[in-house]
């Protein structure tokens, strides 16, 4: 059994069993090995070609140089997921109604996707939200799950999508957590309705709701990278992560 069945009331929750865990812990690895070997083909095809002026040759490269990459960029974005979910746990504000502000988690899981593009960074945010589904589970049906722990952590990688653009770090954080605002407000409208406050209608209660927190955060996140030496920093730490 992979989940034991929580009642209380009319409510059904879902808590993932030793066994449930254990998978999940093995599906964490497997993203974080698929994030990996993104971000060294990624890094593999930005190498010089041999026969690209000063260009090392094929037989002065290091052996296992790329294994080298790989492993430096798996640590990276486990770094990541470590620091985004030790700093979910530290609250900023949490509002009466529900939803907290967290110590910049947000920030942290779309660094990998700045860091190394796309592939990796979706990857990294779905290790992320497999994490959080092992510590801090809240699950009343399967595809509420997929949206709240998988599409709205792992859209946090959209930021990948401005990897080499100016002002790349501010442009991907801004569309990462439109992409978890969107999954979230949309399991919010589905699955938990009931909640809407007096006199919403559901929808725009789950977009304000899920709105409140995670622009909340987004407010205080820009404010700190409006500073200059904060974005300078942000960018040597994307240096030393890309660097073989």
Same mark, same amino acid.
């Given at each position: #059994?992979?989940?034991?069945v929580?009642?209380? /009331?009319?409510?059904?929750?879902?808590?993932p069993?030793?066994?449930?865990?254990i998978?999940?812990?093995?599906?964490?690895?497997?993203?974080l090995? =698929?994030?990996?070997?993104?971000?060294?083909?990624?890094?593999?095809a930005?190498?010089?070609?041999?026969?690209?002026?000063?260009a090392?040759s094929?037989?002065?490269r290091?052996?296992? =140089?790329s294994?080298?990459?790989?492993?430096?960029? #798996?640590?990276?974005?486990?770094?990541?997921?470590?620091?985004?979910?030790?700093?979910s746990?530290l609250?900023?504000?949490?509002?009466?109604?529900?939803?907290?502000?967290?110590?910049?988690? #947000?920030?942290?899981?779309?660094?990998?996707?700045?860091w190394? /593009? *796309?592939?990796t960074? *979706?990857i990294?945010?779905?290790a992320?939200?497999?994490?959080?589904?092992?510590?801090?589970p809240?699950?009343?049906?399967?595809?509420?799950?997929?949206?709240?722990?998988?599409?709205?952590?792992?859209?946090?990688?959209?930021? /990948?999508?401005?990897?080499?653009?100016k002002n790349?770090?501010?442009?991907?954080y801004?569309a990462?957590?439109?992409?978890?605002?969107?999954?979230?407000?949309l399991?919010?409208?589905?699955?938990?309705?009931?909640?809407?406050?007096?006199?919403?209608?559901?929808?725009p209660?789950?977009?304000?709701?899920?709105?409140?927190?995670?622009?909340?955060?987004? =407010?205080?996140?820009?404010?700190?990278?409006?500073?200059?030496?904060?974005r300078?920093?942000?960018a040597?730490?994307?240096?030393?992560?890309?660097?073989?």
């Open positions: #059994m992979l989940y034991n929580i009642k209380d /009331g009319d409510s059904v929750s879902y808590v069993t030793t066994a449930g865990k998978l999940l812990i093995a599906a964490l690895a497997i993203l090995a =698929a994030a990996a070997f993104f971000a060294g083909r990624r890094a593999a930005k190498k010089p070609r041999p026969d690209a002026p000063g090392d094929p037989e002065k290091p052996k296992g =140089a294994a080298r990459i790989t492993a430096k960029q #798996m640590a990276f974005c486990a770094m990541a997921i470590a620091l985004g979910t030790v700093l746990n609250k900023v504000y949490s509002f009466p109604f529900g939803g907290s502000v967290t110590l910049l988690s #947000m920030l942290i899981i779309c660094l990998p996707g700045y190394f /593009g *796309l592939e960074g *979706l990294t945010g779905m992320y939200g497999v994490l959080q589904l092992i510590i801090d809240y699950v009343i049906h399967p595809v509420q799950l997929l949206m709240d722990y998988v599409f709205a952590f792992g859209a946090l990688g959209l930021s /990948g999508l401005f990897t080499d653009k790349g770090l501010l442009k991907g801004c990462g957590i439109l992409g978890r605002w969107l999954f979230t407000a399991s919010g409208w589905i699955f938990f309705a009931e909640y809407a406050w007096e006199g919403w209608h559901p929808l209660y789950t977009f304000a709701y899920n709105g409140c927190y995670i622009f909340a955060e987004a =407010a205080i996140t820009y404010l700190l990278l409006a500073i200059p030496y904060v300078k920093t942000f040597r730490v994307k240096q030393i992560a890309v660097q073989p």
